[in-house]
T-cell receptor
């Protein structure tokens, strides 16, 4: 059974600092996604990572994937208040399948303090 | 926003009553999904559909049924609502080049907040 763990669950950081959110998963998967959710809102897609060594960057966020270690990281550079949100990673639960069932981590609540 | 709407957006109901949530999409996507979101659990898949009249269970399907009689609508029914089904429900669609394409991304609707008293 595929399990996805994120840590930390809560992250309070100061503006201008760097930090990393970790996403570990328990069985082989060929796709990993990162989403952002603002309070009371829906999920917004941030990154799709498809292969070992994949790295994607958007603004102050950079995501990477190591399929051998079953680990993805979301790195935040020089945090700003607007990045405050909950971040989820999700892994496809049926390797090689067409149904694309996602297994989500529990989320990391990021609070950026001025 | 991938053309996804959910209705109702908020609902309060009583234990034992039937409830139906609707997901509507305008872009003819084949795959649709229902998730629930609860604190400490992230999102969990309830049911999904891979075409008209084609549905299958997800990881938390007990107490829920679904129907898809048209491509654009995916209905989630709680036959007899219980307090444990108080949650936020999200519908999602999958965009992708083809069924077996590696690049298949899910986009989510605005959500329905359901409270069962």
């Amino acid at each position: 059974e595929l399990k996805v763990e994120q840590n930390p669950l809560f992250l309070s950081m100061q503006e201008g600092k760097n930090y990393t959110i970790y996403c570990n998963y328990s069985t082989t998967s060929d796709r990993l996604y990162w989403y952002r959710q603002d309070p009371g809102k829906s999920l917004e897609s941030l990154f799709v990572l498809l292969s070992n060594g994949a790295v994607k960057q958007e603004g102050r966020l950079m995501a990477s994937l190591d399929t051998k270690a079953r680990l993805s990281t979301l790195h935040i550079t020089a945090a700003v208040h607007d990045l405050s949100a909950t971040y989820f990673c999700a892994v496809v639960g049926n390797y090689g399948g067409a149904t694309n069932k996602l297994i989500f981590g529990t989320g990391t609540l990021l609070a950026v303090q001025p | 926003d991938a053309g996804i709407t959910q209705s109702p957006r908020h609902k309060v109901t009583e234990t034992g009553t039937p409830v139906t949530l609707r997901c509507h999409q305008t872009e003819n996507h084949r795959y649709m999904y229902w998730y629930r979101q609860d604190p400490g659990h992230g999102l969990r898949l309830i049911h999904y559909s891979y075409g008209v009249k084609d549905t299958d269970k997800g990881e938390v399907s007990d107490g829920y049924s679904v129907s898809r009689s048209k491509t654009e609508d995916f209905l989630l029914t709680l036959e007899s609502a219980t307090s444990s089904q108080t949650s936020v429900y999200f519908c999602a669609i999958r965009e992708g080049l083809a069924d077996w394409s590696s690049y298949n991304e899910q986009f989510f609707g605005p959500g329905t907040r359901l409270t069962v008293l």
